[in-house]
Antibody, heavy 120, light 112 residues
């Protein structure tokens, strides 16, 4: 069974930094692209970014709203995904989901999510 | 403003059939990208409901079905049950955004 477990989020001041992690199990982590998706309170889903697999040189792609501030990385030896968030803004307040990208379909399997609150 | 357009809300009585539309454009659904559907129950993470336009993952009841035509897709739910009350999201990819994932704004289903 696919399991994705995000680390605890938290409260961060504007301009601050936070690193999220996602522990994967139940599938061959190294074979999959991995995404981060977020959901602001009471809002819809917003794609944050993607990291591809080793065969695709671990290339990354980001939404315009986070490019230059967020960095996605992975450690295939530890079945782990990371999201480094810098220069956080109040509008980054959201539940952040780790998601496995289906190899053939491009659909998502989701983690349980973790709340990040950016506020002074 | 979401790239994919969904109605904000739909409703139906128990046992009825409802459909939720997802309208895109020539750079996403119309470009041939598959559409996926997710169900989000209150306070929980989204769950994959339909993948690649018409396919149900194991464990999803056959009351749920998907279709795609041109620049649009639809999710149909038959035999509505109280437990179907949730938010539903469509998702695809967009070539004008370098192949980034895109979502609909979500549709709140109310079972009357």
């Amino acid at each position: 069974e696919v399991q994705l477990v995000e680390s605890e989020g938290g409260l961060v001041q504007p301009g601050g930094s936070l690193r999220l992690s996602c522990a994967a199990s139940g599938f061959t982590f190294s074979d999959h692209y991995m995404d981060w998706v977020r959901q602001a309170p009471g809002e819809g889903l917003e794609w944050v970014g993607r990291i591809r697999d080793k065969a695709n040189s671990y290339t990354t792609q980001y939404a315009a709203s986070v490019k230059g501030r967020f960095t996605i990385s992975r450690d295939d030896s530890k079945n782990s995904l990371f999201l480094q968030m810098n220069s956080l803004k109040t509008e980054d307040t959201a539940v952040y989901y780790c998601a496995r990208v289906g190899r053939n379909s491009g659909s998502y399997r989701w983690g349980q999510g973790t709340l990040v609150t950016v506020s002074s | 403003q979401s790239v994919l357009t969904q109605p904000p809300s739909v409703s139906g009585a128990p046992g009825q059939r409802v459909t939720i539309s997802c309208t895109g454009s020539s750079s996403n659904i119309g470009a041939g990208y598959d559409v996926h559907w997710y169900q989000q129950l209150p306070g929980t993470a989204p769950k994959l409901l339909i993948y690649a336009n018409t396919n149900r993952p194991s464990g999803v009841p056959d009351r749920f079905s998907g279709s795609k035509s041109g620049t649009s897709a639809s999710l149909a739910i038959t035999g509505l049950q109280a437990e179907d009350e949730a938010d539903y999201y469509c998702q695809s990819y967009d070539s004008s955004l370098s192949g980034s994932a895109v979502f609909g704004g979500g549709t709140k289903l109310t079972v009357l």
